[in-house]
Nanobody
Framework: QVQLVESGGGLVQAGGSLRLSCAAS????????MGWFRQAPGKEREFVAA????????FYADSVKERFTISRDNAKNTVYLQMSSLKPEDTAVYYC?????????????????WGQGTQVTVSS
């Protein structure tokens, strides 16, 4: 029952950078592992990155590894996704998600709470 609100999406030129933020409220933020997913029109929701409760462990999809960085600030109840070297194929609606159980997973069914999503568009 954690509430999540994403922000920071927008239009950016290929090769540029963008930072997404996800503010959490309700359930204790530090008790949840956090994840980012994305979905392009006509495509399935895709895992992007995840981070554990303490922020000491992260996992990335191969498509974004070394370009994206997930981080969290438990004092601010916020998780971030720093995106660099953006490509047109990164264009999608990006969703923040929370998982209350222990362990990092990469499937949408492993996360119980979701934000409304924020649009990221990368132009050529």
């Amino acid at each position: 029952q954690v509430q999540l609100v994403e922000s920071g999406g927008g239009l950016v030129q290929a090769g540029g950078s963008l930072r997404l933020s996800c503010a959490a409220s309700g359930q204790t933020f530090s008790s949840n592992a956090m994840g980012w997913f994305r979905q392009a029109p006509g495509k399935e929701r895709e895992f992007v990155a995840a981070i554990n409760r303490s922020g000491t462990s992260t996992f990335y999809a191969d498509s974004v590894k070394e370009r994206f960085t997930i981080s969290r600030d438990n004092a601010k109840n916020t998780v971030y996704l720093q995106m660099s070297s953006l490509k047109p194929e990164d264009t999608a609606v990006y969703y923040c998600a929370a998982r209350s159980r222990i362990g990092i997973v990469t499937t949408a069914t492993g996360f119980g709470s979701w934000g409304q999503g924020t649009q990221v568009t990368v132009s050529s």
